[in-house]
């Protein structure tokens, strides 16, 4: 609304208003609304160069997704200064999945006598704790997808919604056999057989702080604990272990997401084998205009996505590789 008001004012003002001095105010604007402070001149003036190509795409995107031709739409973000290279440097974390696939002993497959639902959303069955945002300049979504699928499987098993320290897992999790390198990368299953073997410490004992610090785990501010982990591949089978067993961990192809904001995110290009984000899948459903969709929290903040979370295209082969190697715990 304020938008609005604001262009609206801005052209009753001076009739004639060029796309560039749109863009002049929408990235003046995009500095206050993200708090955005440049060290040197030269470091805004490639800000501004970045920011103003990652509108230019954004605003193509969404002439396409006005006309009906895309089903998702596209927006500026905390993100929009950053070159998609540098973005996946600082937020991401790869995966082999040779070396993942090795650390599975347990294979889920889905019922044969019961369909699961057509839909399904853990938030409204309070199984979903709130977003958090990893922060920039750390790659922890490995431990964020970690804590989602295990505090909704243990509300699931106890009936009480704890969040957990993803912290914890950053800073406890990197010596052998885990191998997890904190903000540099991280896999789910090393973070759940991390658990097992030792319990994972409250969000409020053990706050999130972005930056790998020394181990504090505290046995005695244990908030959950883990028997074992099931691996699960393929898109019927990740329906049923979703409806059946509640918010399942995934692992996708992010390339593109950067500038999404909402609407069933289709990305045909996008690889169901280079996996280099995690992400929980928390429900279901299908959307009159966008078709199947899986309903994923992400760890970017609220100001991403649809408030953090983004809808994915389901039942289109896989895509992004979202039914590639997914994991939930059993607790
Ligand atoms: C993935 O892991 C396997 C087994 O550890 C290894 O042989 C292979 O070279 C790795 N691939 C890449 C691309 O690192
Ligand atoms: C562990 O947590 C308990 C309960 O919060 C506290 O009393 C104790 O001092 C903590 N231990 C350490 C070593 O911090
Ligand atoms: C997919 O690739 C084609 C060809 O390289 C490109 O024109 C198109 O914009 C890409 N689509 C997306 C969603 O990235």
């Given at each position: 609304?304020?938008?609005?008001i604001?262009?609206?004012a801005?052209?009753?003002?001076t009739?004639?208003?060029?796309y560039?001095?749109?863009?002049?105010?929408?990235?003046?604007?995009?500095?206050?609304?993200?708090?955005?402070?440049?060290?040197?001149?030269?470091?805004?003036?490639?800000?501004?160069?970045?920011f103003?190509?990652?509108?230019?795409?954004?605003?193509?995107?969404?002439?396409?997704?006005m006309?009906?031709?895309?089903?998702?739409?596209?927006?500026v973000?905390?993100?929009?200064?950053?070159?998609?290279?540098?973005?996946q440097?600082?937020?991401?974390?790869?995966l082999?999945?040779?070396?993942?696939?090795?650390?599975?002993?347990?294979?889920?497959?889905?019922?044969?006598?019961?369909?699961?639902?057509?839909?399904?959303?853990?938030?409204?069955?309070?199984?979903?704790?709130?977003?958090?945002d990893q922060?920039?300049?750390?790659?922890?979504?490995?431990?964020?997808?970690?804590?989602?699928?295990?505090?909704?499987?243990?509300?699931?098993?106890t009936?009480r919604?704890?969040?957990?320290?993803?912290?914890?897992?950053?800073?406890?999790?990197?010596?052998?056999?885990y191998?997890?390198?904190?903000c540099?990368?991280?896999?789910e299953l090393?973070?759940?057989?991390?658990i097992?073997?030792?319990?994972i410490?409250?969000?409020s004992?053990y706050?999130?702080?972005?930056?790998?610090?020394?181990?504090?785990?505290?046995?005695?501010?244990i908030?959950?604990?883990?028997?074992?982990?099931?691996?699960?591949?393929?898109?019927?089978?990740?329906?049923?272990?979703?409806?059946?067993?509640?918010?399942?961990?995934?692992r996708?192809?992010?390339?593109?997401?950067?500038?999404?904001?909402?609407?069933?995110?289709?990305?045909?290009?996008?690889s169901?084998?280079?996996?280099?984000?995690?992400?929980?899948?928390?429900g279901y459903?299908?959307?009159?205009?966008?078709?199947?969709y899986w309903?994923?929290?992400n760890?970017?903040?609220?100001?991403?996505g649809?408030?953090?979370?983004?809808?994915?295209?389901?039942?289109r082969?896989n895509?992004?590789?979202?039914?590639?190697?997914?994991?939930?715990?059993?607790v």
């Amino acid at each position: 609304m304020k938008t609005l008001i604001l262009f609206v004012a801005l052209v009753g003002y001076t009739q004639a208003l060029s796309y560039s001095d749109v863009l002049e105010e929408e990235w003046n604007r995009f500095q206050l609304d993200y708090t955005k402070f440049y060290q040197t001149e030269d470091e805004a003036l490639l800000r501004r160069l970045i920011f103003v190509d990652n509108k230019r795409r954004i605003d193509k995107h969404n002439r396409r997704f006005m006309a009906g031709k895309e089903s998702y739409e596209m927006g500026v973000n905390q993100f929009t200064d950053l070159l998609p290279k540098e973005f996946q440097s600082q937020m991401l974390s790869s995966l082999n999945i040779t070396e993942a696939e090795g650390l599975i002993d347990f294979r889920y497959t889905a019922p044969r006598d019961v369909d699961p639902p057509s839909s399904i959303d853990w938030r409204a069955r309070g199984a979903v704790t709130p977003v958090m945002d990893q922060g920039e300049n750390c790659g922890s979504c490995w431990a964020f997808a970690t804590t989602g699928t295990l505090e909704g499987q243990t509300f699931l098993k106890t009936g009480r919604l704890v969040s957990l320290s993803e912290q914890n897992l950053i800073d406890c999790s990197n010596d052998a056999p885990y191998y997890n390198e904190g903000c540099k990368g991280g896999l789910e299953l090393n973070a759940l057989m991390y658990i097992m073997h030792k319990g994972i410490d409250t969000e409020s004992s053990y706050p999130y702080r972005g930056t790998q610090q020394k181990c504090r785990f505290n046995s005695s501010n244990i908030g959950a604990s883990v028997e074992a982990f099931i691996g699960v591949s393929g898109e019927a089978n990740l329906a049923a272990a979703t409806a059946f067993h509640g918010p399942v961990s995934v692992r996708v192809d992010s390339e593109g997401m950067q500038s999404y904001k909402g609407g069933v995110y289709n990305n045909p290009n996008c690889s169901d084998e280079i996996l280099d984000h995690a992400m929980v899948v928390v429900g279901y459903g299908n959307d009159k205009s966008g078709g199947d969709y899986w309903l994923v929290k992400n760890s970017w903040g609220t100001t991403w996505g649809e408030n953090g979370y983004i809808r994915m295209s389901r039942n289109r082969n896989n895509q992004c590789g979202i039914a590639t190697i997914a994991v939930f715990p059993i607790v």
